[in-house]
C-alpha cells in the first residue's frame, strides 16, 4: 500500500471518529435529556415534498433574494464537489480504482464540478463583502472566527481543486498515483484549462512536490471541516435537512394542548422541558439571522431576536448535555437550571407578537414562536408571572368573558335597531352560518361598525345567519397565545358546548384570530367549517349575490395583511380581489403578503405597553404613508384597533382613513 494511502487512511479514521463522536454526543442530548413527548406524523409524500423543495431545490432562501441565490449556489455545489471528493479519496486509497461513472455522465458530473468550483469561489467573496464590506445588520454579532474560518476552508478546497486540475491539464500529474480525473479531455473542465494556462512551466520534480503539497492540504482541509462541522454552525449541513423532513405536521396557526389531568409542570423551564424535535430545531440553526431580521419587535427597536433565543438555548444544551452526560446533574431533576431569565429574558418572551414571521422566514423550518409559548406556559403556569396588563386581561376573561371589564350581557348591544337574528333570545332561530362577532367586534365603538358592516353586506346577500349574542364569550386566543393554556381550554369547552347546543356547523367572523383559533384548534374538538368574511364577501361578488358600483379612483388604497390571517392561514387573493373591485388605484406596501409587518397586537400585546423603541403600529402607519395611501384596508379588529390609533398619534390623521374590508364593501354595494 501506499504510504499516501496509509497516512490518507488514519486521517479520514480520526476525522470519521470525531465527527460520528461528536454526533453521538447531540444525539444522546436528543433521546436521553428530552423529558417532554412528541410524536412525528406519517405524511411521506409531504416531507419528500419539503425534502425537494427546501433542501434540494432550497426553496425558502429565495425569500431574500441575493442571499439566497449565494447559499442556493454554494449547496449546489458542494453537491457537485461531492462527486469529486469521492474520486478523491477512492484514489487516493486505491489508486488503480476509476470513477463509478464514465462517458457522457462522468463528462457531465466533472463538467458540473468545474464550473461551481468558480461559482463557489465568488460566493466566498460575495459573502466577504456582505459580512464585512457592506456589513449586511442581520450578520453583526455572528462575524467572529468561525465565520471566517468556514469561509477560509470553503475556498481553500475551491482553490485547490482547481490547481490540481490545472497541473492535470498541463500534463504534470501524468502518472502520480492517485490522480483524479486523469482521463477527462480539457474541454470537459473549462474553468481547470483556464488555469492550467496561467501556470507557468515547472520541471517535473518540482510539479510532483507542489501536487503532492495542493493534494496533501486539499484532503486536509476535507477532513478538517469534516471534523469541524458538528462543532460549529455548519451542524446544519447534518441536522437541517433531517429537521425539514421531520418538520411538524400541524397547521401553522396550531399550538400543542396540555394534558392537564397528566401534566403537573407546564410549559418549559428548562432545557429538558424541550422535545428532541426542538433540539433538532435548535442544531438546524444557521444564524443566518433572517428571523431576527423579519421580527417587527426587532426591527422597531426591542432586545429581542428570535435567532438569539435559539442560539442561547442550543448553548444551553449543549453545556447541559456534557453536564448530564458526565455525571454532574446526578439528581436531575432537580439540578437542571432554568433557562428563563438565566439564558432568555423575560422581557424578549414578552416582546413577541406571535407573528410567525421568523418562522415564515426560516430557510430550515424552525419554529421559534412555540418555544417562546412553551416558556410563556412556564411563566404564567409555574411562577404566576406575567405583565400587569395580562394579569388583568385574565382576570377580566374569567369574570367577563372578555378581556375587558365590559358587561357579558351587553354583548349584543350593537346590534340595536338591526333586527339581527340573536340565538340567545331565540333559540329556535334557524340559520346556515353563525356570524361569531367576537369580542372587538362586540364592544369597541370602531369595530363595532365592521360588525355591522358585515350584517349589511349579509343581509343584502341574503344570507341566513344569526349571532351567539349574550352567550358568545372570547375564544381565549389572547390567553392561549400569552401562556395561559387552562384558561383557554376552559374557555374552549364551554364554547364548543355552545356550539353543539345550538348545531352550529358554519362559522364566519371577522377577526382572523377568532378565525385561526376555530379552524386549527376548536377543530380537534369538532368539526367546523370555519371562513373568514373577507373570503366569504368574496364568493359572494364572485357568485354575483351582491355587486359593487362604480370604483373609487380619487383615493390611494394600499392593504394590511394580518398575520393571524395571511401569514398563518394563507389568506391573500380574496381581500385584494375585492379592492380590485372597489378601486383601480392601489398599491402594495414594502413589506406585504408573507412578509407583511405585523401591527403589533398579536400575541396578547394589544394588551401590553409598548413603552421600548418604537410602536410597531407606528412602523406600519409609516409604511403606508411613505407611498402616499389615503385609505389603508384592514380585514381584522386587532389591526384596526393599532393602526387606527397610530394614524391618530403620529398626525395622519386628516391625510388617512383605515377601512376594514367589510366596510368597503358596504359602502359600494349597488
Known amino acids: 500500500m501506499y504510504l499516501f494511502s496509509s497516512l490518507l487512511l488514519i486521517g479520514m479514521l480520526i476525522s470519521g471518529a470525531l465527527f460520528l463522536l461528536q454526533i453521538y454526543r447531540l444525539l444522546w442530548n436528543m433521546f436521553k435529556v428530552s423529558t417532554k413527548k412528541t410524536t412525528i406524523g406519517k405524511s411521506i409524500l409531504r416531507r419528500i415534498y419539503l425534502g425537494f423543495r427546501n433542501v434540494i431545490f432550497q426553496g425558502k432562501l429565495f425569500k431574500d433574494l441575493g442571499g439566497g441565490i449565494m447559499h442556493a449556489l454554494m449547496f449546489w455545489g458542494f453537491l457537485a464537489f461531492a462527486f469529486y471528493s469521492v474520486d478523491v479519496f477512492l484514489t487516493g486509497l486505491n489508486p488503480s480504482s476509476r470513477f463509478f461513472l464514465t462517458g457522457l455522465p462522468e463528462y457531465v458530473v466533472f463538467f458540473s464540478v468545474d464550473i461551481f468550483a468558480l461559482i463557489v469561489i465568488a460566493d466566498v467573496i460575495y459573502a466577504v463583502v456582505r459580512r464585512w464590506v457592506i456589513k449586511i445588520k442581520r450578520y453583526q454579532g455572528y462575524n467572529g472566527f468561525e465565520a471566517s474560518f468556514i469561509l477560509f476552508l ?313 349571532i351567539l349574542g349574550t352567550e358568545e364569550k372570547c375564544t381565549g386566543d389572547p390567553a392561549r397565545r400569552s401562556g395561559n393554556e387552562y384558561q383557554f381550554q376552559t374557555l374552549q369547552t364551554q364554547n364548543v358546548e355552545t356550539f353543539k347546543k345550538y348545531g352550529v356547523k358554519k362559522i364566519v367572523t371577522i377577526c382572523p384570530h377568532c378565525f385561526n383559533t376555530f379552524k386549527n384548534e376548536y377543530n380537534i374538538k369538532m368539526d367546523l367549517e370555519v371562513v373568514h368574511h373577507t373570503e366569504f364577501i368574496d364568493s359572494l361578488l364572485r357568485e354575483g349575490k351582491i355587486s359593487m358600483k362604480e370604483k373609487n379612483d380619487t383615493e390611494k388604497f394600499t392593504y394590511h395583511d394580518s398575520c393571524y390571517l395571511g401569514r398563518y392561514n394563507r389568506v391573500f387573493d380574496a381581500p385584494r380581489n375585492i379592492i380590485s373591485l372597489v378601486t383601480t388605484n392601489y398599491q402594495e406596501m414594502e413589506m406585504n403578503k408573507t412578509k407583511g409587518l405585523c401591527c403589533g397586537a398579536g400575541g396578547a400585546r394589544m394588551w401590553m405597553e409598548e413603552n421600548v423603541g418604537t410602536k410597531i403600529s407606528h412602523k406600519r402607519i409609516d409604511q403606508a404613508d411613505q407611498i402616499n395611501a389615503s385609505v389603508v384596508v384592514t380585514a381584522c379588529p386587532y389591526c384596526m384597533s393599532m393602526l387606527d390609533d397610530a394614524r391618530k398619534v403620529t398626525n395622519k390623521e386628516e391625510k388617512m382613513k383605515v377601512k376594514d374590508i367589510a366596510e368597503l364593501v358596504a359602502e359600494n354595494l349597488s
Open 154 to 466: 470553503v475556498a481553500s478546497l475551491m482553490v485547490s481543486y482547481l490547481f490540481l486540475s490545472g497541473l492535470r491539464i498541463d500534463g504534470y500529474t501524468s502518472g502520480i498515483p492517485g490522480g483524479v480525473m486523469e482521463n477527462l479531455p480539457a474541454s470537459v473542465t473549462p474553468i481547470s484549462a483556464l488555469v492550467a494556462s496561467i501556470i507557468p512551466s515547472i520541471s517535473t520534480t518540482t510539479a510532483t512536490n507542489l501536487y503532492w503539497s495542493v493534494w496533501s492540504f486539499h484532503v486536509i482541509i476535507f477532513l478538517v471541516f469534516l471534523a469541524y462541522i458538528p462543532s460549529s454552525k455548519h451542524l446544519h449541513l447534518v441536522a437541517a435537512p433531517f429537521n425539514v423532513l421531520l418538520t411538524d405536521e400541524k397547521p401553522r396557526g396550531q399550538l400543542s394542548d396540555i394534558d392537564f389531568e397528566k401534566t403537573t409542570k407546564f410549559g418549559a423551564t428548562d432545557i429538558r422541558d424541550f422535545s428532541w424535535k426542538d433540539y433538532l430545531d435548535l442544531y438546524s440553526c444557521t444564524e443566518c439571522g433572517r428571523c431576527t431580521a423579519a421580527c417587527p419587535a426587532n426591527l422597531t427597536g426591542k432586545s429581542l431576536s428570535p435567532r438569539d433565543i435559539i442560539w442561547d438555548l442550543r448553548t444551553a444544551l449543549l453545556e447541559e448535555g456534557t453536564a448530564f452526560r458526565s455525571g454532574d446533574r446526578s439528581k436531575p431533576d432537580e439540578a437542571f437550571p432554568t433557562v428563563l431569565n438565566s439564558v432568555i429574558k423575560e422581557e424578549d418572551l414578552w416582546s413577541c407578537t406571535t407573528c410567525n414571521a421568523c418562522v415564515e422566514e426560516c430557510p430550515v423550518m424552525i419554529n421559534h414562536v412555540d418555544k417562546i409559548v412553551e416558556m410563556r406556559r412556564s411563566l404564567v403556569l409555574n411562577q404566576g408571572s406575567a405583565p400587569k396588563g395580562i394579569t388583568d386581561m385574565y382576570a377580566n376573561m374569567e369574570s367577563y368573558q372578555n378581556p375587558w371589564t365590559n358587561d357579558p350581557a351587553t354583548r349584543a348591544d350593537w346590534t340595536k335597531g338591526l333586527n339581527v337574528p340573536d340565538l340567545s333570545k331565540n333559540p329556535d332561530q334557524k340559520f346556515d352560518y353563525l356570524f361569531w362577532v367576537g369580542c372587538s367586534g362586540s364592544y369597541d365603538p370602531r369595530n363595532q361598525e365592521i360588525s355591522k358592516a358585515l350584517v349589511k353586506v349579509l343581509e343584502k346577500a341574503g344570507v341566513s345567519y344569526a
